[in-house]
């Protein structure tokens, strides 16, 4: 079976910096997504890492270090707006998403 | 961008009947759907994966015959939750993706079902 967790709340302020973290233990490894995730509607795509190392995308940044089972996201300059739900996601060798229970972000000016 | 419809966004409906949720790709040919559910502040959980013009998998745990799941075409997947009881309450998401696995899922909206 599938693995995936990550802390269940954080708080921060606005205009800080939040770094959200998943450890995963998986029956094979195809990849990782990070998903935004407001209440009451679908994930949207955030990141999407399969090599180790940063992918930087604008405010967010995604890390993975496969040896290690682990990921992070950091979000940088926050946001009011980044109040949300945070999913961490992989693909195993069964090629399906498998997800993490979430982290609610609270952002408070 | 690839946009995915569910329809309705929201159902309540009485113990006992059956209430259809559709998923639609509304500008791309998805090759295969999932269905997700999700309780309040817990992890999607997959469903069934729908391929279009066969049979859909379920995940373990998860009845076939209550969850009727059929992927008519490239571009639409229906949900029905037949007999519903209250604990069938929860948030339905379907996701469509352009080839056979997981990679590049784009979501539905999301259809919350509340069961009386």
């Known amino acids: 079976g599938q693995n995936i967790d990550q802390p269940t709340e954080m708080t921060a302020t606005e205009g800080a910096i939040v770094q959200i973290n998943c450890t995963y233990q998986?029956?094979?490894?195809?990849?990782l997504f990070w998903y935004q995730q407001h209440a009451g509607e679908a994930p949207t795509f955030l990141s999407y890492?399969?090599?180790?190392g940063l992918e930087e995308k604008g405010r967010f940044s995604s890390f993975l270090s496969r040896s290690k089972g682990y990921s992070y996201l950091l979000l940088k300059e926050l946001q009011m707006k980044d109040s949300a739900s945070y999913l961490c996601?992989?693909?195993?060798?069964?090629?399906?998403?498998?997800f993490g229970a979430g982290t609610t972000v609270t952002v408070r000016a | 961008g690839a946009v995915v419809s569910q329809h309705p966004s929201r159902v309540i409906c009485k113990s006992g009947t059956s209430v259809k949720i559709e998923c639609r790709s509304l500008?791309?040919?998805?090759?295969?759907m999932f269905w997700y559910r999700q309780f309040p502040k817990k992890s999607l959980m997959l469903m069934a994966t729908?391929?279009?013009?066969?049979?859909?998998?379920?995940e373990q745990g998860v009845e076939k015959d209550k969850f009727l799941i059929n992927h008519a075409s490239l571009t639409l997947s229906t949900l029905t939750v037949t007999s519903a009881h209250p604990e069938d309450s929860s948030f339905y998401i379907c996701?469509?993706?352009?080839?056979?696995?997981?990679?590049?899922?784009?979501f539905g909206p999301g259809t919350r079902l509340t069961v009386t």
């Open positions: 996701s469509a993706t352009r080839d056979r696995v997981a990679y590049e899922q784009y």
């Open positions: 996601a992989v693909i195993g060798d069964d090629y399906k998403l498998s």
């Open positions: 729908s391929n279009e013009g066969s049979k859909a998998t379920y």
């Open positions: 890492n399969v090599l180790d």
């Open positions: 500008d791309f040919q998805a090759t295969t």
């Open positions: 998986t029956s094979g490894f195809n990849g």
